[in-house]
Nanobody, 127 residues
C-alpha cells in the first residue's frame, strides 16, 4: 500500500522560507513521478510543482515560479519543496501526490494525473 507523509509545514513571516518533505513507502519510490499541490480555504486545489521519476524534469505553477524548487532524493524515498520568498497568499494546506503508473515521459500537472495523496501539511504565512 502506497503511503505519503508530508512534513515541514508551519508558521512563517512573509519573505521567509520553509522546506516541505514528503516521504513515500510501499513501493519503489524512484520509479514514479511526484507532485505538490495546495489548497487554501474556500479555493480549489492548485498545482504547485512536479518532478519526473528521474528528477531531470520539473514544472511549476505560475504563482510559485522562481520562488519554489522541487527536488527528490530517491535514496531517501523523499521529495522536497523548498519555498522561498513566501507570501501571505501561499497560505494553504500542501499535499504531495504520486501516480499509480511508473515512469512516464512528461511532468504531470493536473490533480487528475495523480492517484495517491498524502494527508497534507499546513503552511501559514503571516504579513
Amino acid at each position: 500500500q502506497v503511503q505519503l507523509v508530508e512534513s515541514g509545514g508551519g508558521l512563517v513571516q512573509a519573505g521567509g522560507s520553509l522546506r516541505l518533505s514528503c516521504t513515500a513507502s510501499g513501493r519503489t519510490f524512484s520509479m514514479y513521478p511526484m507532485g505538490w499541490f495546495r489548497q487554501a480555504p474556500g479555493k480549489e486545489r492548485e498545482f504547485v510543482a512536479a518532478i519526473s521519476w528521474r528528477g531531470g524534469s520539473t514544472y511549476y505553477g505560475d504563482s510559485v515560479k522562481g520562488r519554489f524548487t522541487i527536488s527528490r532524493d530517491n535514496a531517501k524515498n523523499t521529495v522536497y519543496l523548498q519555498m522561498n520568498s513566501l507570501k501571505p497568499e501561499d497560505t494553504a494546506v500542501y499535499y504531495c501526490a504520486t501516480r499509480r503508473s511508473p515512469y512516464g515521459g512528461v511532468v504531470y500537472r493536473g490533480d487528475y494525473d495523480y492517484d495517491y495523496w498524502g494527508q497534507g501539511t499546513q503552511v501559514t504565512v503571516s504579513s
